[in-house]
């Protein structure tokens, strides 16, 4: 585990969680491409898995901080619902044009983050509460505003939930552009690891074997052109969707606020331990307000994308989506008591339960078949990691985002920090005489 640790988890600091649950879905295509013939990995599947579950992995980026600083968010689909129809209002019968339209689905989500955010941050009603509050204000708002009528969007905005990248250049049989997407990726993907090297050596930091870093290189590379080429060999006319394009700059928008930025240390320092990072001169509140904040404004982007692949906004809209996000967050691998979780591994997460869905479904499993072994594989999931803990044993969440922790500042000039533990609640636990 320490080999894994140090190749998937010192140089980049979303490598070992990435790294364990790619395995895990690539587990789970493998397994359903036997069972139902190889549908399960055909570039039209692929791609349509992607158009139909990208909303999910949107609230997913949100959701992921809001537990990060140990708390949860049970609006989110009512916020999605009620962006979407407000929407669609403004598009269908304001007769507003879809940017205009979109503006103001931002500002939606923002005043009902901010309206969230300050329950929570100032006068600290506990998360939970005030957002299943809000799960039944939005959702009534969704009703009123809408008359309980499904509201159809124009053919323009359409575009955004179900149109694909534009095609370039000479008929090769694949999508140029995303063939191109692929390329700029994977150099991506070699300069963040040169750099990386770079940097810890720069700092006299350990750094991995140069061997070491061609396996991580490959690995992902390897990844990155796999997934490249679903989207680039389907059908004529598809390439990379637009939502899959959003999607991937939301990731790396925050994947840099979470991991770079002060900000992104303080909701982890939050989630951890509150009363260490208040006395560490962290406001809580500011925290507090900004997850609360920014997951209503993802929620509102993910309802505004929902109805453009679904052509519509209806009354229905956003029914349950709040338990596919926080499932996909915990099995990308975030502590249930808040401190531990990255972006990257709940992206990964979210596309490991939106596979096993859409394998038990190719396979012909019933509704009910399929949420009982949705809700036992989050179920074992949390559950491991926690039985892990209380018998004093770091979790297998731990021990896979061991590379995930963010360092201490160097005590000394020139003396690599040392990494703190993946959480006080892996340490073994003493019992005092």
């Not at 390897?222 to 990379?240: L, R």
């Not at 928008?253 to 939050?270: M, S």
């Not at 939106?354 to 949705?374: D, E, T």
């Amino acid at each position: 585990m320490k080999t894994v640790q140090r190749l998937f988890g010192s140089a980049n600091s979303s490598g070992a969680g990435q790294f364990g649950m790619i395995f895990a879905l690539v587990a789970i295509l493998v397994i359903f491409s036997i069972w139902d013939g190889g549908t399960t990995i055909l570039p039209t599947n692929v791609i349509n898995v992607f158009l139909q579950y990208s909303y999910i992995l949107i609230l997913a980026i949100g959701m992921v901080q809001v537990i990060v600083a140990g708390h949860i968010d049970l609006s989110v689909g009512s916020i999605a619902a009620f962006t979407g129809i407000v929407v669609a209002q403004a598009m269908a019968v304001w007769h507003w044009a879809p940017p205009a339209a979109i503006l103001l689905g931002l500002v939606v989500g923002a005043v009902a983050g901010a309206w969230q955010g300050f329950w929570v941050a100032f006068v600290r009603v506990p998360a939970f509460i005030v957002t299943l509050a809000g799960q039944l204000i939005f959702r009534g708002l969704n009703q009123l505003v809408g008359n309980s009528n499904s509201v159809p969007v124009p053919n323009s905005y359409q575009f955004i939930g179900a149109g694909f990248i534009p095609d370039f250049g000479p008929n090769t049989g694949y999508s140029n552009g995303t063939l191109l997407i692929g390329l700029v990726v994977i150099v991506i993907i070699v300069w963040r690891e040169l750099r990386a090297r770079r940097r810890r050596a720069k700092m006299q930091a350990d750094v991995i074997p140069v061997w070491g870093s061609v396996v991580r290189i490959v690995t992902f590379s390897v990844v990155t052109a796999i997934v490249i080429y679903e989207f680039a060999a389907g059908p004529a006319g598809t390439s990379v969707p637009i939502v899959a394009l959003i999607l991937g700059v939301l990731v790396l928008l925050y994947g840099f606020i979470t991991q770079n930025t002060i900000l992104g240390r303080q909701i982890y320092a939050v989630g951890g331990n509150s009363a260490a990072a208040v006395l560490s001169g962290v406001s809580a509140r500011r925290v507090n307000f900004f997850v609360m904040f920014n997951m209503a404004v993802l929620a509102a982007v993910a309802g505004m994308t929902f109805i453009a692949y679904a052509n519509a906004s209806g009354p229905q809209d956003g029914t349950g989506w709040e338990l596919d996000a926080i499932a996909a967050v915990f099995v990308g691998g975030a502590a249930v008591s808040g401190g531990i979780g990255t972006v990257n591994a709940s992206i990964i997460g979210g596309l490991v339960m939106a596979f096993l869905q859409n394998g038990l479904l190719l396979v012909g499993a019933g509704s009910s078949q399929q949420q009982i072994i949705r809700g036992l594989v989050l179920l074992a999931a949390v559950g491991f990691d926690v039985y892990s803990k209380t018998q004093g044993r770091p979790s297998l969440t731990g021990r896979l985002l061991g590379g995930l922790r963010i360092p201490k500042e160097p005590s000394k000039a020139g003396m690599p920090a040392e990494e703190p533990p993946a959480s006080y609640q892996d340490q073994p636990k003493v019992t005092l005489p």
